[in-house]
Each structure stands twice: as C-alpha cells, then as structure tokens.
C-alpha cells in the first residue's frame, strides 16, 4: 500500500532560507503537516510549477538526502508483511486450530489477522491463480469444522481444502478418523466474495451422497499470497490456511 501526504502551500514569498531540523523522521512529519520547519538548516525550500516543495541545500548532498529521509521513514512505520505474518502464526499455534482458544486468544488472532488484510498484496484473488491448490486449514473460529462438540480423539485431525479458480470448484477434504470429503460451485459475486453451494459429500471419502439445497454460503478472500490466505464467511468465522500443495486440483 502506499501513502501519500497533501500540501498546499500558500504563494511563495521571495528566496530566503528556511531552517529545517534534520534529527529524526518522527520530528519533521508533523512540521510538514503544519507548515511548520524547526530551526537550524541550510535548506532553500521553493515551489515548482505543480506546486510541489523543492529543497536545495548549497552545502551538502548529504544533508539533502537526509532531510527528504523522512518518507520512507514515515512510510515504513507500518508493519511489513512479513512480521505480521510471524505474528499471526505465532499466535495460532498453540490454539489446536482454534480448538483451544479463549475468547481472548480470537480476539488477539483477528486483530493480527485484520492488519494483515490492511495489506492485502493480490486485491482481486478470484483472480490470481495464487488461489489455485491445496491449503491446509491451521486456523478457524467455526465450532463445526473444528468439531469441539466430540471427544478429541474423534476430531478430524487435519482439514485440507483445494481451490480451483479456472473451473470455480472447491474440495473440503478431513483426515482421520472419518476422511469425509465433501464438493461445492463457486459462483463469484465480486473478485473476492464467492458463493458457496455445496453438491456432494463422500462418507469416508468414498460414499458419495447429494448435499441438501441448504447446504450454501458465502466466502471472502480478505489475504492471499503464495504462503497464506485468510477468508471470512457469511456467518462471521474466520479462517486462515497455509499453502501445501500448489499444483493440486479439485477433481472433476
């Protein structure tokens, strides 16, 4: 994402020179917005026919490139991608995919969850074949995925889900102890909402049988890169995968 700071200045008066500090990105930001330069620089500061600032300092080249050092700095104090993606999965992982957490632990997952989404890099996911593959479900706020109303020895012990952009099909998929399988359309309603209705269930992977016509929903893509992709339902669970297998595909 980029930001991008507006200033109008007034009509320039004659060259003179103005003082700017150049100690720290953190001092001159807020001077900028006011109009406002603290003392002490050799900076001349004129206005261009686009009436954007220019500085020219006489004396250093140095201390141009450091008085204009403060974008980036002042860019930058979002947190990269990366770094929030640590946090997220630092946070996630003694959760038991959610199985585990406390109404404090989810709150902590999405606001993590919800800066990252800020970031989105791929704004049109329906889009992107970074959307195609296997992921592997390591978190979600659904009580039903995460079967918390059975003993633990008869929850599914992984849930796998395979996405197909070119032919709109997805594929729930459960391990152990059940392996129950189950298919679903895509219809996109924006490039990263789709609508979900599901057509068949395999028992144990291998029974197939018709989904009832309730069986639907809706999912928005809110993250994706090639590593993780975070999706929201219609019913307000949160879900955050990880990429295992990119060329897997939804059978026909």
Known sequence: MSMALSYQPPPPPPPTTLNCKTSSSTSIAPALIRSQFPAKSNALFLQNNHGNLLSLNSSSPEKWRAQVSFFPAFLGKRKDVTTLKEELLEAIAPLDRGAEATPEDQQRVDQIARKLEAVNPTKEPLKSTLLNGKWELIYTTSKSILQTQRPKFLRSITNYQGINVDTLRAQ?????????????????????????????????????????????????????????????????????????????????
């Open 172 to 252: 729930n998929m459960e391990t152990w102890p059940f392996f129950n399988q189950v298919t679903a359309d895509l219809t996109p309603l924006n490039t990263r909402k789709v609508a979900v209705k599901f057509d068949f269930f395999k028992i144990a992977g291998l029974i197939p049988i018709k989904a009832p016509g309730r069986a639907r929903g809706e999912l928005e893509i809110t993250y994706l890169d090639e590593e993780l992709r975070i999706s929201r339902g219609d019913k307000g669970n949160l879900f955050v995968l990880k990429m295992v297998d990119p060329s897997y595909r939804v059978p026909v």
